[in-house]
């Protein structure tokens, strides 16, 4: 599967990408939400693990843009700030997979798969 994550966080990239090449994914990190998009539209991935507070676009308003340019994309969202209303805000949206941080190999593996068996079509993105 390929996998992009997405994440202001230097070491939190390159855990992402350690453990989930580990699993026998490709992986491509990003630190950069621009450089993120133009990648999505450049070239599909099966799915995105994203952050939820980075500059420039939280990862909602990155997910939503994400879906504009790949419908079907399945998102595991990764958060510190994982407050009700930051969960709610994020199912509402659509993701089904949310893995607070800090987390461990495992539970990064256990959001991928919740994302990857349980992932319907994303809803059409909310405008705000």
């Excluded at 990862?59 to 595991?76: D, T, Y």
């Amino acid at each position: 599967m390929k996998i992009l994550v997405v994440d202001d966080e230097p070491s939190i990239v390159l855990m992402c990408r350690r453990v989930l090449e580990s699993q026998g994914h490709t992986v491509e990190g990003f630190t950069d939400v621009k450089a993120a998009l133009a990648q999505l539209q450049a070239e599909a991935a099966d799915l995105l693990v994203v952050d939820y507070k980075m500059p420039e676009l939280n990862g909602l308003e990155f997910i939503q843009r994400a879906w504009l340019l790949r419908p079907g994309l399945r998102v595991v969202m990764i958060t510190a700030h994982g407050t009700r209303e930051v969960i709610g805000e994020a199912t509402q949206t659509g993701v089904k997979s949310i893995v607070l941080k800090p987390f461990t190999p495992t539970e990064l593996a256990q959001g991928v798969a919740t994302a990857v068996e349980g992932f319907g079509a994303p809803p059409s993105p909310r405008v705000s």
